[in-house]
């Protein structure tokens, strides 16, 4: 009989974040496949978890998914854990997952945190509908159009950014949300936990030295608004588009 491929979230800070059912099973499989192997000994340690740990991570060769495969054809029992959170969720894991369920192999979901959902319950921004899109891409082309996708955005929208990257894509986004409200949701489950408040301008204006990781979740476009284009200039109505195509 085959093994289980289980997807363990683990902790995005707070090591307190890790549900009974995790370290169960955590504890009862046959082998830990990790991102980083030290990042998560390091909660192994604080579980009191020793386990059999091997890596698998974004350049992991094919090989690294045959070796895992085969373990689950061989009757093991695998949990697939990132450095932080759920895996998939921009974490390596997705191939791994495919490959798993077109060989007949369980795949068993283990819920906990996630830096997206942590961020969006506490904007105060309308968690209805939403529109995860993970990084932002940093090559030019398709870096315009996801831009323009969240110009044109007629639900929330949520970013993962690195902390020296931050300003740069929140002057991107100043160029395309102008009054659309977003909120910095800096550090999530630790010490210097923060949210921050403001359009693009507001947050740009505070001058702030980036630290931490962040999310950043911003407000629909509010498109009732362009019934206002009526009272535009041709002028204000070219710039707003202009505004959407900045590459
Ligand atoms: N799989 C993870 C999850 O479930 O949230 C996300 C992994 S992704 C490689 C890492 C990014 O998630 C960071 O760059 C940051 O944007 C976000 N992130 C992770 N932990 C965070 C935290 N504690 N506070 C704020 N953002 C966090």
Known sequence: ????????????????????????????????VAEDTRQSLKLLNHLEIQKNLISY???????????????????KNIAL?????????????????????????E????????????????SGIDAKE???????????KLRAKKLREIGEAKNTVILYEAPHKIIATLKDLEE???ERRIVLAR?????????????????LDKNFEPR?????????????KEESFINMSIEEHYMYYENLRIY
Do not use: W
């Open 176 to 178: 395309i949300t102008c």
């Open 212 to 224: 931490g990781e962040y999310v950043i979740i911003i407000e629909k476009g509010n498109f009732d």
């Open 81 to 105: 854990i990132s450095d932080a959170g759920t895996p998939v969720i921009s974490d390596p894991g997705e191939e791994i997952v495919k490959l798993a369920l077109e060989i007949g192999i």
């Open 1 to 32: 009989m085959y093994g289980k491929l289980y997807l363990v979230a683990t902790p995005i800070g707070n090591l307190e974040d890790i549900t009974l059912r995790a370290i169960r099973i955590l504890k009862e499989v046959d082998t830990i």
């Open 187 to 203: 550090e999530l489950t630790k010490i210097h936990e923060e949210f921050v408040f403001g359009t693009a301008k507001e947050l």
């Open 57 to 75: 991570h974004r350049h992991s060769k094919e090989e690294k998914q045959k070796e895992i495969l085969k373990m689950l054809t061989g009757g």
């Open 130 to 140: 939403f529109c995860f899109l993970g990084f932002l891409p940093l090559a030019k």
């Open 107 to 122: 795949v068993v979901p283990i819920p906990g945190a996630c830096a997206l959902i942590s961020a969006l319950i506490a």
